[in-house]
């Protein structure tokens, strides 16, 4: 564009003097103009009667070139014809272009007018900062703030608020603060840009601080002003201050404003305040989609999925934010096949998917545990143009490493060209999970030695690695270092690691010594992990201990309930069993059900313990007869030991046989092929039972099963397990 506009010389011009009527002809055909054709011929005859000095036909000229040529060239070319323009076309032509699709060209004008020697006053300068605003080009922004300095039009008000506007869209909020400082006059337009830049830049605080200033000052806040505030106090989740600015602006009588509304309903759904939030919602009408957005959004936060669809199901209208806000709701919410289903559903709605989008797909996937879903979801994540997104890669090796695929988590590990410490932590995790401490540890000083540094989150896959391997000298060692050498504050994240380290390995004293002299205050996950650990090794005592001091913190802990409850039933207390279960129920804390899910041809089959309504309910129990009946064959007999209620051995053992993983092992036998490994996902940790079973099947049977439990993976073969029967 420099070089069309530079290789564009004036022509020469006829010395004729301008005659009314023929002024008066092509004013009247410029201004009539319909086409870029038309206005070419205008031009045509402008130049053959000689009237193409006079201003006023120029600047027409050019406008009309504006308004009917998209590529702006013509326009443009016309202006480069014109020598030394006066400021005032100069300045309108700035004008039209910064506020044209393509801005970036009002530099290039610029560039011109400078290398020219043409000049710029001062009305001409705040479109130049628009349109580097527009274009976020803050060198060439700041460059034109020396230029208008050094001709003294940097005190100008309108040149000080467009300075404002430029810095503050291109990020440099204290250069913007620095002009704000010294304007002399500060209007509700220029208080409006400082607040909206404090906002875009994450600095909540000083937004209403500066509100605050804005509040001692004589200017009245505008509806625009109070909505980036309630934005801010959202997104910084400040409620009180927000529920000030409702009283504020209920006693300016301003409430009543659509915007505004809007914004109160955004703000309070942003802190969870969801009641307030709906009061506000019902009575809008129209809804827009973003405040329906917001809605949806603050009830999927706060795990309400079943609220968030009802609004969701209600607009008429859904932006691509609306979708994601809901995929986001159930995929967090641990309902992973609706969130699938709904991307479904966008897509065919014709919504193309974000990267935010994918982001809560590919977690979806992940704790759906489908394998073949999730090889679908990482095509599209190529098709469509994800593929290089270091954040929708990391997260695919999540999902490759929860589905059960170790190697399709390498793959995506070995082939990204950049990867960053949480593509580390993710692949040494994806190892953890897998109960593969050997390669989990050789990552991690691999990625050591590559001057990655580790942070808190690194730490804890390293740690959990340990823990699930028995690794006791080593997560020593390096729960040492990550003090010592990296200087980072162990959680309670750690903690809970270093516990439950220590307590498998049947070292629950120096564990509870851990948790009596950590400098944090056991909480939820560290007393959980003590009382794990206690389980695991029937150490009853210790174990109703620290079930007790974690249910003084969270009285509707199910587990804590179920230990105790356990406890008593392996001590035969049979009433101290019925008082917890007669708390439980009082209390509406019931045990998680066990269940379990098993992928064939693209469809997820769910099951139950006792589970008769999948339609062929019948022929899996006939095979689980038949699996129960060879398995016995070499030494099989169900171990009831961890069934705790008050029945007789064959009731026992009944219920010990239809757990859900057992089922879903026995669908897989009937319907997949011989050779191709069993899949299967549990909501809770798989029993003793169900461990010694799955080992004695994938002998008899010859089948490789893998079996992703809540805390880690099984992968038997062979009639072993790759936790070497440590978990």
């Known amino acids: 564009m420099a070089q069309l506009i530079s290789s564009l010389p004036p022509q020469p011009k006829p010395a004729t003097i301008p005659h009314n009527h023929r002024y008066n002809h092509l004013l009247s055909s410029l201004s009539s103009a319909t086409s870029l054709s038309h206005v070419?011929?205008?031009?045509?005859?402008?130049l053959r009667s000689g009237l193409d000095r006079s201003s006023p036909l120029l600047l027409k000229l050019v406008l009309s070139s504006f308004s009917l040529s998209p590529s702006l060239d013509y326009a443009l070319s016309v202006f480069a014809q014109i020598p030394d323009p006066q400021t005032r076309i100069s300045n309108r032509v700035l004008r039209e272009l910064s506020r044209s699709s393509k801005p970036e060209k009002t530099l290039l004008v610029y560039k011109k007018l400078r290398r020219d020697g043409s000049g710029i006053d001062r009305f001409g300068f705040p479109a130049l900062l628009k349109a580097s605003s527009r274009v976020e080009a803050l060198i060439e922004g700041m460059e034109i703030h020396g230029f208008s300095a050094k001709l003294g039009f940097d005190s100008d008000p309108f040149v000080q608020t467009?300075?404002?506007?430029?810095?503050?869209?291109?990020?440099?909020?204290?250069?913007?603060?620095?002009?704000?400082?010294?304007?002399?006059?500060?209007?509700?337009v220029t208080w409006s840009i400082m607040i909206d830049g404090y906002c875009q830049s994450e600095l909540f605080e000083d937004v209403l601080v500066l509100f605050e200033e804005m509040k001692s000052s004589n200017v009245e806040p505008d509806e625009m002003i109070f909505s980036t505030i309630l934005s801010a106090c959202g997104r910084a989740g400040n409620l009180s201050y927000g529920k000030a600015i409702h009283e504020f602006i209920t006693e300016k009588n301003m409430v009543t404003d659509p915007y505004l509304q809007s914004a109160l309903v955004t703000m309070y759904a942003s802190c969870g305040s969801m009641e307030l939030a709906q009061n506000l919602y019902n009575r809008l009408s129209p809804k827009n989609v973003v405040v329906s957005?917001?809605?949806?959004?603050?009830?999927?936060?706060?795990?309400?999925?079943?609220?968030?669809?009802?609004?969701?199901?209600?607009?008429?209208?859904k932006d691509l934010v609306c979708w994601s806000a809901m995929i986001a709701g159930y995929a967090e919410s641990e309902q992973p096949r609706e969130a699938l289903e709904l991307f479904n559903e966008m897509q065919d709605w014709g919504i193309k998917p974000d990267q935010v989008a994918m982001l809560s797909v590919v977690s979806a996937c992940a704790h759906l545990g489908a394998l073949d879903r999730a090889k679908w979801i990482h095509n599209y994540v190529d098709d469509h143009g994800f593929g290089e997104a270091l954040p929708i890669n990391n997260a695919?090796?999540?999902?490759?490493?929860?589905?059960?695929?170790?190697?399709?988590?390498?793959?995506?590990?070995?082939r990204m060209r950049r990867k960053n410490v949480i593509t580390w932590t993710s692949i040494i995790n994806a190892f953890a999970m897998h109960g593969d401490a050997g390669n989990a540890l050789k990552l991690f000083y691999q990625m050591?030695?590559?001057?990655?540094?580790?942070?808190?989150?690194?730490?804890?896959?390293?740690?959990?690695?340990?823990?699930?391997?028995?690794?006791?000298?080593?997560?020593?060692?390096?729960?040492?270092?990550?003090?010592?050498?990296?200087?980072?504050?162990?959680?309670?994240?750690?903690?809970?690691?270093?516990?439950?380290?220590?307590?498998?390995?049947n070292l629950l004293g120096e564990a509870l010594e851990l948790v009596e002299q950590m400098p944090l205050a056991p909480n939820v996950i560290i007393w959980g992990s003590l009382m794990a650990a206690c389980r695991v090794h029937n150490e009853f005592e210790l174990g109703k201990f620290a079930a007790k001091r974690l249910l003084e913190l969270d009285p509707d802990h199910d587990g804590a309930h179920v230990l105790l409850s356990n406890i008593y039933a392996k001590e035969r207390r049979w009433e101290d069993v019925g008082k917890v279960r007669r708390l439980m129920k009082h209390r509406g804390v019931y045990k998680e059900r066990g269940c379990s899910r098993i992928e064939l041809n693209n469809e997820i089959h769910e099951?139950?313990?006792?589970?008769?309504?999948?339609?062929?309910?019948?022929?899996?129990?006939?095979?689980?007869?038949?699996?129960?009946?060879?398995?016995?064959l070499i030494g099989y007999a169900p171990n009831t030991c961890d069934v705790l209620v008050d029945l007789d051995e064959d009731e026992k053992m009944e219920m010990v046989l239809w757990h859900s993983e057992k089922l879903a092992l026995c669908y897989g036998l009937?319907?997949?092929?011989?050779?191709?490994?069993?899949?299967?996902?549990?909501?809770?940790?798989i029993c003793e039972d169900c461990h010694a079973f799955m080992k004695l099947v994938s002998k008899v049977y010859q089948r490789n099963i893998v079996v992703r439990d809540r805390t880690r993976f099984h992968h038997y073969k062979d009639g072993l397990c790759s936790c070497k029967d440590y978990w």
């Open 162 to 188: 467009a300075l404002l506007g430029m810095y503050a869209t291109c990020g440099r909020i204290w250069d913007a603060r620095k002009v704000f400082d010294k304007m002399s006059h500060r209007d509700v």
């Open 396 to 414: 695919l090796i999540d999902m490759y490493a929860k589905c059960g695929s170790l190697a399709e988590a390498q793959e995506v590990f070995s």
């Open 670 to 685: 009937l319907r997949e092929e011989k050779g191709m490994s069993i899949r299967i996902v549990k909501n809770l940790r």
């Open 607 to 632: 099951f139950l313990m006792a589970d008769r309504n999948h339609k062929q309910a019948e022929e899996i129990y006939a095979k689980l007869d038949e699996v129960v009946g060879e398995l016995k």
């Open 40 to 46: 070419k011929q205008a031009h045509a005859q402008l």
């Open 293 to 317: 957005t917001a809605m949806v959004t603050g009830y999927s936060k706060l795990g309400k999925v079943e609220a968030a669809r009802l609004i969701f199901d209600q607009m008429a209208e």
């Open 448 to 505: 050591k030695s590559g001057n990655i540094v580790p942070n808190g989150v690194t730490f804890i896959g390293v740690l959990y690695a340990c823990s699930h391997a028995g690794l006791v000298d080593e997560g020593r060692k390096i729960f040492a270092s990550m003090v010592n050498e990296y200087g980072i504050t162990p959680k309670h994240e750690h903690y809970g690691c270093m516990v439950d380290l220590l307590g498998r390995a």
